[in-house]
């Protein structure tokens, strides 16, 4: 399949032990967007969807445009290995100023830009501490933001190129044509939910091999179309809806992610007219799509091949409402598919069959939760359920680990340690966190799991686990059974825990945000209440904000460590 699929790609990667090129291998992402401009020049590569607008980009247009953009950072003395940090709003620009850095053989990074609703003080300071690790030979954005880093981040203004200072045309200008396929090609910045961002570094053969490796498994090619609205600064939108589509071939169409929120339907739009075969998703917009997309709206969408959860951990629940949301329009369980992925190992870690529809698993709740061990329940009352990641894709190895076991058993809860080819180089300048995770060859995911029948199954992550009394409870389980109480505003609360040295556990602490005013005094009670029922865990404390009130990360995520330090410091009233 992967060969097959290769051929009608015309690349693919060259073999390890071949130091040269040979005829129609690819050995950098930059060897394969030429050979499309060259053979395919006026394919589509990608399409950029903004207020009802298109803007189109040929292969030949991307080389030509990236092209503009490497004679200008080379102008401005970037040169092979300096990094090149991309904060630019939705448009070509996106992806033109990324490969214009990458045929420099410099090093792009993409990094959100701020917004109306993020904190601007944690915004600015956090990136002025990326910058300063990071020390970046250039940082391209677009022209409004210059007065926003002379205000917070004076001393890199002479560090800025604008889009607006480009050449109208490309001239002359010899690019690196002998580039090492071991050299870094980008730094993808994880989205520091816990801590300041971290630079994986990936090279231009780990993401060759991954991408021949994953889209062999999905039978990936040039025919194909993906929908997306993810943002690129993250691993899913960068790899899943630029790279692998600009190796293979293929097309992509982009939304603006922010008027995505605001009007998810216009992403159905998108795969009903373009037939769009591919679309990943975090778990949070398989829901958002079923209950926000406007009751009277039809599509048709049965060009699907696909829709990928890469939001671990994915719920079972979430994809029955959405197919049973969408069935009408041709939307049946073998489409929504699971795959366990992270930027260390350059995207995919797992991947289920796209032939039949994910394993569900229904564990005993008491036994997960007091032993860590999965025993399939005898009854559904007393479950747990769990959807399958599917089985490592070829040439990647997981185990689960303890703290005094390097593998555990089928079926025990451990964290989930990986390798293989596609393993990222390290951390960009953080020695010490390389090495506290990337020990033997083996990364250490600091993501909880286990291993049933040859899948792997995910339960959160390490710092997502609270222990109270004993019992293990996932935040994000707490979390989904808030979202669901009437007047909470669906994905907007946080669970935290805070130790209590009276009674030598911890407690749990939830914070939400509610447009209801006149409902707000009530909503402790029936979340407690709620929660209790579902879990038998007692919330010690609900905190009711206003929209718009919880710290997010950079990227726009809730940040459980944010949250927390704001309770911790200014004494929230006990409920």
Known sequence: MTDQLLDSANLEAAPRDDPQPRNRMVRTINEAMRRHAAERPHAVFGEFVLKGTVRRLTYAELLSDATRYARHCAHRG???GDVVIIILDHGPDLATSFCGVMLLGAIPSFMPYATPKQDAGYYWTSHKQLFDRIAPKLIITFPANRRHFATHCPEYLDRLALTDELPEAPTAWASPSDMDPDTVALLQHSSGTTSLKKGVMLTHRTI????STYAGHLGFGPDDVVASWLPLYHDMGLVATLLMPLIVGARVVLLDPFEWVTRP???LD???????????????AFSHLARVVPADRSFYLSSMRAFINCSEPCKPATFRTFQQRFASAGITERMLQVSYAMAENVFAVTQTDLTRPCRLLRADRSTFMERGVICEAAEEADSIEFLSCGPAVENTEIRIASPDRDSLEEGEVGEIVIRGTSLFAGYYRLPDQTRSKLRQGWYHTGDLGFLWKGELY???RKDDLIVVYGRNYYAHEIEEIVSAVPGVIPGRCVAIDVPSVELGTNQVIVMLETRDEEGA?????TVKSRVAAAMGLVVTSVVVERPGTLAKTTSGKISRELNRLRYLNRGAARN
């Open 78 to 80: 970037v040169g092979p």
């Open 208 to 211: 060759l091999d991954q991408v």
């Open 265 to 267: 339907e216009t992403l």
């Open 270 to 284: 998108v795969i009903q007219e373009k037939r769009a075969t591919f679309c990943w998703l975090p778990n949070f």
């Open 458 to 460: 995910v339960t959160g």
């Open 521 to 525: 005094p009530m909503l402790p009670r």
